[in-house]
């Protein structure tokens, strides 16, 4: 079955330090990949996609993702975090049927 | 970059009452729209597609009856909650791919999102 699955429900971080949000999807193929920021009154924003070519992505604000076929993963990675990181981050998936399937998120909580 | 707005951004209903929601792309057009539906701290899930000038396509389990979908032009599309009931109280997202007339492969950008609240 297709899905994807975000296993941190919450992290916290402190101010400064690096970031990993984990990410793994199960299908047969290479589907194409998103990161998603999702901060309060704001709508969802890409960080970042995967589609096919170098499987280093860079994104919007430092963001990073690797994408790795024999873990069926894309994780989020960012070197150092700033308090204004701290929102909600959905990993979604299109397994080609058009459909957006979106993870459960992570809650990114940055303390000082 | 591509903008989607939303409107209203939160709204409070009676039981029993009619609701609509607005989807506009402010700087661009969108054949294709997409509705989501989001309860608290869970995923987004999709609801339907909204095209325009064609009927909407319904995710398996949405009542179409109760959801109804207008994609009355090429930069709205609107949701009507009919006979809202607590149930449906809920975060409702719209997203609208950049590219006009492209496929939902292309980028989403997403509106801020409604909170309804049915009383």
């Known amino acids: 079955a297709q899905s994807v699955t975000q296993p941190d429900i919450h992290i916290t971080v402190s101010e400064g330090a690096s970031l990993e949000l984990r990410c793994n999807y199960s299908?047969?193929?290479?589907?194409?990949l998103f990161w998603y920021v999702q901060s309060p009154g704001q709508g969802l924003q890409l960080l970042l996609k995967?589609?096919?070519?170098?499987?280093l992505v860079q994104g919007i604000k430092g963001f990073e993702a690797e994408f790795k076929r024999s873990q069926s993963s894309f994780n989020l990675r960012k070197p150092s975090v700033h308090w204004s990181d701290a929102a909600e981050y959905f990993c979604?998936?299109?397994?080609?049927?058009?459909?957006?399937?979106f993870g459960t998120g992570t809650r990114l909580t940055i303390i000082p | 970059g591509a903008v989607v707005s939303q409107h209203p951004s939160r709204v409070i209903c009676k039981s029993g009452t009619s609701v609509k929601i607005e989807c506009r792309s402010l700087?661009?057009?969108?054949?294709?729209m997409f509705w989501y539906r989001q309860f608290p701290k869970q995923s987004l899930m999709l609801m339907a597609t909204?095209?325009?000038?064609?009927?909407?396509?319904?995710e398996q389990g949405v009542e179409k009856d109760k959801f109804l979908i207008n994609h009355a032009s090429l930069t709205l599309s609107t949701l009507t909650v009919t006979s809202a009931h607590p149930e449906d109280s809920s975060f409702y997202i719209c997203?609208?791919?950049?590219?006009?007339?492209?496929?939902?492969?292309?980028?989403?950008?997403f509106g801020p999102g409604t909170r309804l609240t049915v009383l």
């Open positions: 299908y047969g193929a290479t589907p194409y």
């Open positions: 979604a998936v299109f397994f080609g049927n058009e459909k957006l399937t």
């Open positions: 700087d661009f057009q969108a054949t294709t």
């Open positions: 909204s095209n325009e000038g064609s009927k909407a396509t319904y």
């Open positions: 995967y589609f096919s070519g170098d499987t």
């Open positions: 997203s609208a791919p950049r590219l006009a007339g492209g496929s939902s492969t292309d980028t989403q950008y």
